[in-house]
């Protein structure tokens, strides 16, 4: 397993279309989390799921964002409509509940461009 | 609402030199992260300090925290061009088993030769 793995690397989008991301967490890992980074600024937590179960959403996923983990494994992040402000670094994380995991895992993030 | 401050914002700084960036948190929190980030990259972790009085060293850099101060620091020791980043620390919640982070603003450094 070689970590936390995020597709596309970069995505260019035009205003008003819908956009979707992937991220598959290490194995094993039940928990995985998203987080949002625009230019300048410290990662902001966005979602994150406990295997399936999608736990806690926070204020900055509006109503155009939706995050899923159907089975548990993989994750995706769809933005429909997307907006010139949704441009940022979209970052994926994972962890385990095992006692002796202290951290959060990240992958190579996606870099969304709206023109 | 758990807040996370660092300063300085931004640091030039020469080959050579020592400096530290400082890490303030609003809340009770035993769980401090530090991540390097270079331009147009993901995070890179570099230090997980996870109980008062912790210390912890790699190469030229030292990480530590004080809970009771709610300060982490991040001390760089003889500066190499190489260091030139920008750096976050970050915040999880009192033990949780979660890893909703709360990130610092971040430290762009940049050593000058």
């Known amino acids: 397993d070689t970590g936390v793995s995020q597709n596309p690397r970069h995505k260019i989008t035009k205003r008003g279309q819908n956009v979707t991301f992937r991220c598959d967490p290490i194995?094993?890992?039940?928990?995985l989390y998203w987080y949002r980074q625009t230019l300048g600024q410290g990662p902001e937590f966005l979602t994150y799921f406990q295997n399936e179960a999608q736990l806690e959403k926070s204020r900055l996923l509006s109503d155009r964002f939706s995050a899923e983990r159907p089975k548990g494994s993989f994750s995706t992040l769809e933005i429909q409509r997307t907006e010139q402000g949704d441009s940022a670094m979209y970052l994926c994380?994972?962890?385990?509940?095992?006692?002796?995991?202290?951290?959060?895992?990240f992958g190579q993030g996606t870099r969304l461009t709206v023109v | 609402e758990l807040k996370v401050e660092q300063n300085p914002l931004f640091l030039s700084m020469q080959e050579g030199k020592n400096y530290t960036i400082y890490c303030n948190y609003s809340t009770t929190s035993d769980r401090l992260y530090w991540y390097r980030q270079d331009p147009g990259k993901s995070l890179e972790s570099l230090f997980v300090?996870?109980?008062?009085?912790a210390v912890k060293q790699e190469g030229r850099l030292m990480a530590s925290l004080d809970t009771k101060a709610r300060l982490s620091t991040l001390h760089i020791t003889a500066a190499v061009h190489d260091l030139s980043a920008t750096y976050f620390c970050a915040v999880a919640p009192t033990f949780s088993g979660t890893y909703k982070y709360i990130f610092g603003t971040g430290t762009r450094l940049k050593v000058l030769a």
């Open positions: 194995s094993e890992h039940n928990r």
């Open positions: 994380a994972s962890s385990s509940l095992a006692s002796m995991n202290t951290e959060a895992f």
């Open positions: 300090l996870l109980s008062n009085g």
